[in-house]
């Protein structure tokens, strides 16, 4: 997974999705209108979630790193149509993955829902995505719901859901069904994750004080039949942690495997130290990205284990040159 994408994926959906038809927070800061909390924002059948501060991403330099020419420009233009600065009037995302994740590839995009907050002035936005040429944009009914669908005619980019909750809250989603269990969701006419044990578990263990952060629930029962005999050792994994922070040309990251006792911790830890061995062997030759190698720290936790990373943006830029994921 490409941290730096992981990293961006929220606030370039969060401006992309004002935009495309145009041409630090903690767990009580993230609030919705009315002041609801995050955890009854998720639904939950989720799977997986993230957050974001958008204007701590902003103020980072993320912004800058992840928005090329034209996204600014575009981001300028609805500005000028709409009066709406999405650099200063959006606060923040939540990123709801809906369904079980597939490791094998068979799902390639899981249904998923974001909550945006900020301020929205909802007749500017709609009249803004109708003046634009990359976009069609329709009012549905969606189980009884008034919801936006928004027809991209650009093929690099890809249809949506919106609605609008209120003028502080907008729910943006791939399907109409998954744009439906947000709405629900919200207004309580469906469960949350307070009523999902193991992703209300990975909740409460996450740390919050990242740019970027979340946690999600991945099958793990196949990896004992993986053909590389390390993988094994996370069949019993529990979930994932995930938390980056971009500041000052630097990347931060933490992640967390969970585990469900400490002889699996320790197995986990063994595989994961392995592996970084090995990886580093490859990068043997190439001095610069054995260096990235080098600041990767694995640690056996009581719970799983935990993964820190910090990278330059000459280093991220020097391991994609490479075909890195980072």
């Known amino acids: 997974m ?59 330099g993320l912004y800058d790193e992840v928005m090329d020419d034209e996204a600014k420009k575009d981001v300028e ?28 590839g068979g799902q390639s995009e899981p249904d998923f829902y974001a909550v945006i907050s900020g301020k929205f002035k909802k007749d500017t936005i709609i009249s803004a995505i109708k003046s634009g040429k990359d976009a069609n944009i329709t009012e549905e009914k969606a189980e009884g719901y008034n919801v936006y669908f928004i027809k991209k005619d650009n093929e ?61 629930i991945v099958p793990m029962d196949k990896a004992a039949e993986a053909p590389m005999p390390m993988m094994a050792a996370f069949s019993k994994m529990e979930g994932i942690y995930l938390g980056g922070t971009y500041k000052k040309s630097k990347l931060e990251l933490d992640i967390m495997l969970y585990a469900p006792d400490v002889n699996s911790s320790k197995e986990m830890t063994t595989a994961l130290t392995g592996m970084l061995e090995m990886i580093k062997g490859f990068a043997a030759e190439e001095p610069a990205a054995l260096e990235v190698m080098n600041n990767i720290k694995i640690s056996q936790e009581s719970d799983g284990v935990s993964i820190n990373l910090t990278m330059t943006k000459e280093q991220m830029e020097m391991m994609k040159s490479m075909g890195s994921p980072m």
């Open 77 to 104: 233009d609805f500005k000028a149509k709409t009066g709406i600065d999405p650099k200063k009037d959006i606060d923040s995302a939540v990123m709801v993955l809906i369904g079980e994740l597939d490791m094998d």
């Open 2 to 60: 490409n941290p730096k994408k992981l990293l961006s994926l929220l606030i370039v959906l969060s401006l992309a999705f004002f935009v495309a038809g145009c041409g630090d927070k903690t767990e009580d800061a993230v609030t919705v209108g009315g002041g609801m909390g995050l955890q009854e924002l998720i639904a939950k059948d989720a799977s997986g979630f993230f957050v974001v501060n958008i204007r701590s991403a902003i103020d980072g």
């Open 156 to 216: 690099t980019k890809k249809d949506s859901y919106m609605y609008f909750h209120n003028n502080d809250t907008i729910i943006i989603a791939n399907t109409a069904k998954a744009v439906v269990t947000g709405i629900k969701t919200i207004e309580g006419k469906i469960p949350s994750i307070e009523k999902n044990e193991k992703m209300l578990a990975a909740y409460k263990k996450a740390k919050k004080d990242h740019m970027v952060w979340g946690s999600f």
